[in-house]
């Protein structure tokens, strides 16, 4: 069964989250990779029975997984922070836990923004980058040793991350990342072949993610959309809109309104109706604004 959620990673207190769910009281809630311990706890007694899922790592870790990584301790640690992810997602019957696939190195991903920029900067990186603002890789790089060498370890690992997940009763949805330097999965190809062979795997589509990735790489973005959700494997949806044009050469990962930059979300969200994939804003403005805009869709359609 579809349901409306909203993404809290754009609240930063309880008080602010308490208004939001006071007004809307049939959303549901995804929590957030940038809730640490004490937020999750204080937070905890606003969401209980509202929790559709999680985005790994809830509780917020130092790291974000890897498991493109090919070093023992990367992947021994990536393993233990999402198990503590199925943990929170059973402490608040949710039932989906958002994972992103894995990064083209080796090393650990710091989950705090400057250090990971700092990574990024590094030469090993450097080569590949397209546009410096927002680390944007060349078209060519999904084609490179590099990455294809990194996206078969996390083909390797996914699946028994998702084995992990189904022992807690816990569905993995598996997102599709925007075109960054060092980001895996950012084809619709790549999400449909991940998908291959792999029941217990699933699918968190970001249609913002998707945008930028059209925009770069020059596929038809409904075609993209489309592929994606053929394989009946997408059980989550992050919605959000962004600045990306081709034209301009134009990337940005701005999770902004849906309404803006004319990104055509009343297509995409009509499409996203004839799925049972839960709907989740994951805007990081107005969200008051963004779910009046997605119930009128919902009526409409």
């Known amino acids: 069964m579809q349901s409306q959620v909203i993404s809290l990673v754009g609240f930063t207190s309880t008080a602010a989250i308490k208004e939001y769910l006071d007004e809307f009281a049939d959303m549901s809630v995804e929590l957030s990779y940038k809730m640490d311990r004490q937020f999750l ?12 899922s999680v985005h790994a790592c809830c509780p917020q870790e130092p790291i974000f997984p890897n498991f493109g990584s090919h070093d023992k301790e990367v992947l021994q640690t ?9 943990k929170t997602a059973i402490r608040f019957q949710a039932s989906i836990v958002v994972l992103h696939p894995g990064y083209v190195t080796d090393l650990g991903i710091p989950s705090d923004n400057k250090m990971r ?43 028994k991350v998702a084995l992990l997940g189904k022992g807690y009763g816990v ?24 998908t291959e062979g792999n ?19 020059g596929f038809d973005y409904f075609a993209g959309l ?22 301009t050469e134009q990337y940005a990962d701005d999770h902004h309104s849906l309404d803006k930059y004319d990104f055509p979300y009343e297509e995409v969200v009509a499409l996203l109706l004839e799925t049972d994939a839960n709907l989740v804003l994951e805007t ?15 009526q409409k359609n």
């Open 78 to 86: 990536s393993y233990r922070a999402v198990e503590e992810s199925f």
């Open 41 to 52: 706890d204080e937070v905890a007694p606003l969401v209980e029975g509202r929790v559709a």
């Open 117 to 159: 920029e700092a990574l990024l900067a590094d030469p090993s990186f450097r080569q590949y980058v397209f546009k410096k603002e927002g680390s944007i890789c060349y078209p060519s790089y999904p084609h490179s040793d590099v990455y294809l060498r990194h996206a078969r370890q996390a083909r390797g690992e996914l699946p």
């Open 171 to 194: 569905r993995l949805a598996v997102e599709n990342l925007n075109p960054r330097v060092g980001y895996l999965l950012q084809t619709p190809q790549e999400m449909v072949a991940l």
């Open 199 to 217: 029941p217990d795997l699933f699918l968190c589509l970001d249609v913002g993610h998707l945008w930028i990735s059209s925009c770069l790489y």
């Open 284 to 298: 990081v403005e107005n969200p008051r604004a963004n779910t009046m805009l997605l119930k009128g869709l919902m």
């Open 226 to 247: 489309r592929t994606i959700l053929e394989t009946q494997r997408v059980i989550n949806c992050h919605l959000h809109a962004n600045s990306s044009q081709a034209l």
